[in-house]
Structure formats: C-alpha cells, structure tokens
C-alpha cells in the first residue's frame, strides 16, 4: 500500500510517503501559519522524491486533531481533494496519539512509565492526552482533554513523565498509525469527517 500522510495540526506542516509501513521519503517544516502556503509544494516534493505519481497513491492519512483550528481545516481539506478525486482510502489519526508514539522507539532509552503529549491550547490551555508504557506500546490512560495548566500539574503528580510536545509530531508516525487503522478496518469516511477539534471553535480565533 502507497500512503501519503499529512500533518497540519500542529506547528510542524508535514508530509511522508510510506510503502508497505516503510517510510520512503518525509518532508516537513516547523513554523506556524505557513502550511495553506506550503503543503501543496511538499506533497508534490515528495511524490517526486519517491519516484511516484499522485495516481500511485492507495490511501491518505491525515492527522485529524485537536491542534490548531487552521492546520486542521487546511489539511483536511487536501486530503479530502485527494482522496474523493482518486477515490482512495482515508485514514484518520488522532494527533495527540501520533505525538506520544514518536516515543516507542526502544533506541531511545527513556524508562519513564508515562508519556504525555501535549499542545499549546492558548490561553494557559492545553490539549493533552496521558500514556502508559506497555510492552513496547502505548495505552491511553484517559481521554484526550483541554485542561487548565495547573490541572495538568495535578493528573501529573507523583507520575514519573516523559512529555512531547507540538514539535514532536511527525507525518512518518502520522502514516504508519494511519496503516493499521486502515488493516483493522477502520478507515474515515471523507465524507462525514471533520476535524477533532475538542474545544469549540468560536472559543478560538482562526489565527490560532
């Protein structure tokens, strides 16, 4: 399977192409607001790097929120454009797991039993989602939320933590999550899926 996978929820504007779970090239910058201006220009880089065509492509996976209102709508919606004109599969990640997953790798060395993923919400807010280390993997210890920063001072009490933040995403991770929810059967229907936004979006400026 050729994946293509975007990443626009964060501060970092991502795009991987992945054959097969194996990452064959991944472009992507970190600055905010530039991703309506470069994501196209990234997804053509890449589909040339990997020696490809768009029509090559099998499915897409897109990194679905919570982060910025912006990247998502303007990410979703390319995704969407592809996926409807080459009538492929769709892949929806949630980014906060995304996040946390960059953290598996056993190469790493990090034995904390907790990961906590973690992106800048705006007004001392922040979206995060808390993770137990198992076995290699990684199991949510509760839903995603948008909390207070002191009470994300208080899930995390006497918890030994490794955090990840916006910079940490990646559309490599975005696509190998994308792959098994696509081989368990759980692809998005592009036609009813909307961003994850958690917070309600007239509690944010489109500028975020």
Same mark, same amino acid.
């Given at each position: 399977m050729r994946l293509l996978s975007i990443e626009t929820a964060t501060s970092v504007c991502g795009v991987a192409l992945l054959t097969d779970d194996v990452l064959q090239t991944e472009e992507s910058v970190e600055a905010r607001n530039i991703h309506a201006e470069r994501l196209l220009g990234m997804i053509d880089g890449t589909l040339r790097t990997s020696g490809l065509r768009v029509r090559d492509l099998d499915a897409v996976a897109i990194s679905i929120g919570p982060g910025s209102f912006t990247g998502?709508? !303007? %990410?979703? @919606?390319?995704? *969407?454009g592809l996926v409807f004109g080459l009538e492929?599969?769709?892949?929806?990640?949630? /980014?906060?797991?995304? =996040?946390?997953?960059?953290? /598996?790798?056993?190469?790493?060395?990090? &034995?904390? +039993?907790?990961? =906590?993923?973690? !992106?800048?919400?705006?007004?001392?807010?922040v979206y995060c989602q808390l993770f137990r280390r198992s076995d290699r993997a990684l199991v &949510? @210890?509760? +839903?995603?939320?948008? =909390? $207070?920063? +002191?009470?994300? $001072?208080? =899930?995390?009490?006497? *918890?030994?933590? /490794?955090? /990840?933040?916006?910079? %940490?995403?990646?559309?490599a991770t975005v696509g190998l999550l994308g792959g098994r929810l696509l081989r368990a059967g759980q692809g998005a229907d592009p036609a009813t899926l909307e961003p994850w936004y958690i917070k309600e979006f007239f509690l944010r400026t489109a500028s975020s």
């Open positions: 998502l709508r !303007i %990410g979703l @919606s390319v995704a *969407k492929i599969e769709m892949a929806a990640v949630p /980014t906060l797991e995304a =996040l946390a997953w960059r953290l /598996t790798d056993p190469e790493a060395g990090d &034995a904390s +039993p907790y990961v =906590l993923a973690a !992106i800048d919400a705006r007004r001392d807010e &949510a @210890s509760g +839903p995603p939320q948008d =909390l $207070h920063v +002191p009470a994300l $001072h208080e =899930l995390l009490e006497g *918890k030994q933590v /490794t955090v /990840t933040g916006d910079g %940490g995403c990646s559309a």
